[in-house]
């Protein structure tokens, strides 16, 4: 059995002495783990860093075994990002996020895709756009997943107009006049999840991430006895402590 | 088959990095083959290391005084400490002899992977070797690795509040690299941190 796929590395976690059981978000295949010889070694290592871009190709004796990887890299996203503390908290949530949420093996095109456009954003926007990104890939891998979010109506009304929370039991939007008596438990909803050019503050960015998080951890995560990693966390302290 | 001392020896010999069990009976019996030589002085080191080896309570360097030798040199520029990860990297810095300093030892790299917080680090013991001692300049040298540059950033956001300034390491074409051999992510660190000629 063999493949050769895109792919975009999630974790490598050191086994033995110089091999690496590595985690990818491939293009075809989903979330797929494969053993590298050698890739905690210095040469591969670089090559391994969360974010990154690779050609990789799978090679094993049967479908269902571990089997191994060889990976050449494509795009270096982690070494760009090395400088800028929230982008580099951003890549390192979505890869532990990725990691978290999405089953082994099974396919999800989109969300590599997502991944992908996210990891250029990252690299390439300015930093309020790209952690708006981020926020925006969270809301997409929900809907990947079976839990989109409805943010186009209010859910009690159905008026499109004064959107400003959500309710965190069916995840649809609600208008400010009809939340006004349940605003204590309703999670707020960020402009610039509605308005797609507008440029979010941190408290904004803060805001959609609770909102994003809240259902990642309640419906994804939880059913399995998973919490948001540690990364994540790390991620919302960092724009909650800015903003 | 050898006996229990024997087999013993092969499997805690095993344990040791670059060691296999093959590599392990070989390194045991060149031991056994140079009893006087080898093996003596070896258990001798073993355990005069054990007893006298300890964690230096300033740096966190592994030294047979307390603080160690670094932190007792008077030479040494109390201002300006070098975090690194781990013993292994303080070695390392010594080797190139072009650090003066002090160092402080992180004792490992934040890593959701293996499970290591903010709270299994001494970064609390660094903010307080910053605070009010005089020390200037903290050089953060840690691995060019997702996980070092985070921990670098963290480190930097807890000394805001010491006043002390914080400095990385560059990252970029080591002495004797060829551009056309150089990994991508190398050259592109190299570049975006270029500086005036």
Redesign the interface.
């Known amino acids: 059995m063999d493949w050769t796929d895109d792919a975009i590395v999630l974790s490598a976690r050191k086994h033995g002495e110089s091999s690496a059981i590595v985690q990818l978000l491939t293009a075809e295949r989903g979330r797929h783990v494969g053993l590298v010889r050698g890739g905690a070694g210095r040469a591969q290592r670089g090559t391994l860093q969360p974010g990154n871009l690779v050609r990789a190709h799978w090679q094993a004796r049967l479908e269902d075994h571990l089997g191994g990887y060889r990976c050449e890299l494509v795009r270096a996203t982690a070494a760009a990002i090395f400088e800028d503390r929230s982008r580099l908290a951003a890549l390192s949530s979505a890869c532990a996020v990725t990691e978290a949420a999405l089953p082994e093996r099974e396919p999800h095109g989109n969300i590599h895709a997502d991944t992908c456009a996210l990891l250029a954003a990252l690299e390439a926007a300015d930093e309020g756009a790209a952690l708006a990104a981020y926020v925006r890939w969270e809301i997409s891998l929900l809907a990947d997943l079976g839990f989109g979010l409805d943010l186009t109506r209010c859910g009690a009304t159905g008026s499109e107009e004064n959107l400003i929370y959500v309710s965190p039991r069916t995840g649809r939007a609600v208008s400010a006049a009809a939340g006004e008596p349940y605003k204590d438990r309703l999670l707020r909803l960020p402009g610039f999840l509605l308005i797609a050019d507008e440029a979010p503050v941190r408290s904004e960015l803060a805001a959609g991430l609770l909102l994003s998080g809240h259902f990642l951890d309640s419906h994804v995560l939880a059913p399995h006895g998973r919490t948001l990693p540690p990364a994540r966390l790390r991620l919302l302290d960092r724009l909650s402590a800015d903003s | 088959m050898a006996g229990a001392e024997i087999e013993q020896l092969v499997h805690l010999l095993a344990k040791l ?2 060691l296999g069990p093959r590599s392990a009976r070989r390194a045991t019996l060149h031991l056994l083959k140079r009893k006087e030589a080898l093996l003596v002085p070896l258990s001798r080191a073993v355990a005069a290391a054990l007893e006298n080896v300890r964690v230096c309570s300033s740096c966190g360097n592994l030294d047979t005084q307390e603080p160690c030798a670094i932190c007792a040199d008077a030479r040494r520029d109390a201002t300006v400490l070098c975090v690194i990860e781990g013993v292994a990297d303080l070695w390392a810095v010594e080797r190139t002899g072009a650090f003066k300093g002090r160092y402080h030892v992180l004792g490992g790299v934040l890593s ?3 499970g290591v ?1 903010p709270e299994d680090l001494s970064v609390d013991a660094l903010v307080r070797r910053c605070s009010g001692t005089g020390v200037r300049e903290a050089i953060l040298a840690m691995s ?3 996980d070092g ?2 921990t670098a ?2 480190v ?2 807890r000394l805001k509040a010491t006043g002390v300034a914080a400095t990385r390491l560059a ?1 970029g074409v080591p002495v004797g690299g060829e551009l056309d051999y150089l ?4 050259l ?2 190299a570049l ?1 941190a270029r500086r005036p000629a």
């Open positions: 990095p670059g959701a992977l293996d917080g060019a690795t997702v540059q985070t950033h963290y930097i956001e990252h990994d991508d992510g190398t592109t660190a975006k």
